[in-house]
């Protein structure tokens, strides 16, 4: 399975575990929030149908730093080298090297 459809089907797995309903959403706000926290997002329901999601603040940077990779053709160059056998991993403290 490519990277692409093994994070669709995380995120669809993750959502038949992490649903509310809009009414529940509105009666218990804190505490939903904060479980969206815990598991990085709720899905909110309206007649049994996702509405919105709920993501917390670490998913969102996750996504965002994910997205940054996937843009990045030099990275995504090494992460295939990498991936083929042609690289082999260097240390973090090499990132730090100008």
Do not use: W, Y
């Not at 399975?1 to 038949?16: E, F, G, N, R, V």
């Not at 939903?32 to 049994?48: D, L, P, S, Y």
């Not at 919105?52 to 940054?68: C, G, N, Y």
């Amino acid at each position: 399975m490519d990277p692409c459809h093994a994070a669709i089907d995380a995120i669809c797995k993750s959502i038949m575990n992490s649903t509310v309903t809009v009414s529940e959403l509105q009666a218990q706000t804190p505490k939903i929030v904060r479980e969206a926290e815990r598991r990085g997002m709720m899905a909110v329901t309206r007649h049994g149908r996702v509405a919105a999601f709920l993501i917390s603040k670490d998913r969102v940077e996750t996504m965002i730093e994910t997205m940054e990779i996937l843009s990045d053709p030099e990275a995504m160059r090494a992460i295939r080298e990498f991936e083929a056998g042609k690289t082999k991993m260097k240390p973090v403290e090499c990132l730090d090297e100008d």
